[in-house]
Every structure is written in C-alpha cells, then in structure tokens.
C-alpha cells in the first residue's frame, strides 16, 4: 500500500524555523519527483516547492524563495521542508505529494500555525 | 488572486453532466500539460485527471478532462451526490517555474 506521511508540523511564533518531514512505503521513492503543496485554513491549494527525483534540482514559489529549502533522502525514503523565518501568512496545512508520468500520491497533510 | 481562473462554485441536479473550467495562459497551459484534483471535504486532494485527459487507475470514466489553447475543462457524466467535493486543476507555469493552481471550484449536487 503506497503511503505518505507527513510529520513536523505544530505552533510556532513568527520568524522561527519548523522542518517538515513525509516519509514514503508502497512504491519506489527515487522514481518520483516530490512537491511540497499547502493550503490555509478555508483556502485553495498552492505549490510550494518540488525536487527532482535524485534531490539535484529544486524549485521554490517566490512567497518561500529564500526561506524554505526542499530536500530528500532517497535512502530513507524521506522528503523534507526546511521552514525559516516563518510568519503568520505560512500558516496552512502542508501536504507532501510524489508525482511520475502517469501517478501522483498525496500524503494527509500536517498543520502548521504561525502565532504568537 | 491564483494564476489558473476558475468558477467558484458549480451545481447540478443527480444524473446530469457539469463541465469546470480552467483559464490560463501561454506560459502554463498553452505549453504543459493540465491536472484536475478532487478533494471531498477534509481529506487530501486526489488525482482525477493528469496530462489533460488520461485517467489513473481507479478513476471512473464519467470524469473526463479536455484541452484547447490556453484553457482546459473537467466534465463530470453522471452525476452522483459522492462528487460534491472541491475541485481544481493545475499546470506547470515556464515564466514562473513552478506550478500553479486554480482557485477550486466547489461543486454542489443538488
């Protein structure tokens, strides 16, 4: 059975760090380029990063440019995100998500909230 | 304000056919492929549609998806009260390099 899991997430005050972490089982995780998708409370989806599949090239949303960083340990099977200097705007659920030619799994999401 | 425009909300009645629509531009959906993802209310988003109109595995064929230019649709045949979800399509932008969303459309059936 193909799972992701997400894991990392949690309260934390504006301009501190979160990582967050998706662990893979069920398919063949350096096959698959992961993505980093969020979505705020009551909001749509946004993409937030993604990394090819062997972790040599990385793509960021220009809200997170400069503060977040993408990365993965394909022995592990685990994707990370990297979170600094967070503020309240990165409040929102954070899904990982594995993505082929022809598949794409999501894992259930962890909530991160930005507060003091 | 997202990048993909589309309607905040559609309806139909059991049975009948809805299409969504998905308004872009030259640099995402005039040049890569368009997603559509159904996300019922509280669990993650799952892949109905990907390179414009290919199905995975376990996706009825009442969901279809289209492409023309630089817009792209997701009809639904057969409409059940289970497909009241949110839906949104997707598409790697070139200018941006990254991939944008629409802003979902909720679908209620009524």
């Known amino acids: 059975e193909v799972q992701l899991v997400e894991s990392g997430g949690g309260l934390v005050q504006p301009g501190g760090s979160l990582r967050l972490s998706c662990a893979a089982s069920?398919?063949?995780?350096?096959?698959?380029?992961m993505h980093w998708v969020r979505q705020a409370p009551g909001k749509g989806l946004v993409w937030v990063s993604r990394v090819n599949n062997d972790g040599s090239s990385t793509n960021y949303a220009d809200s997170v440019k400069g503060r977040f960083t993408i990365s993965r340990d394909n022995a592990k099977n685990t994707l990370y995100l990297q979170m600094n200097s967070l503020r309240a705007e990165d409040t929102a659920v954070y899904y990982c998500?594995?993505?082929?030619?022809?598949?794409?799994?999501w894992g259930q999401g962890t909530l991160v909230t930005v507060s003091s | 304000q997202s990048v993909l425009t589309q309607p905040p909300s559609a309806s139909g009645t059991p049975g009948q056919r809805v299409t969504i629509s998905c308004s872009g531009s030259s640099s995402n959906i005039g040049s890569n492929y368009v997603y559509w993802y159904q996300q019922l209310p509280g669990t993650a988003p799952k892949l109905l549609i990907y390179r414009n109109n290919q199905r995975p595995s376990g996706v009825p064929d009442r969901f279809s998806g289209s492409k023309s230019g630089t817009s792209g649709s997701l009809a639904i045949s057969g409409l059940r009260s289970e497909d009241e979800a949110d839906y949104y399509c997707a598409a790697w932008d070139d200018s941006l390099s990254g991939r944008v969303f629409g802003g979902g459309t909720k679908l209620t059936v009524l």
């Open positions: 998500a594995g993505k082929n030619s022809v598949s794409e799994y």
């Open positions: 069920g398919f063949t995780f350096s096959n698959y380029w």
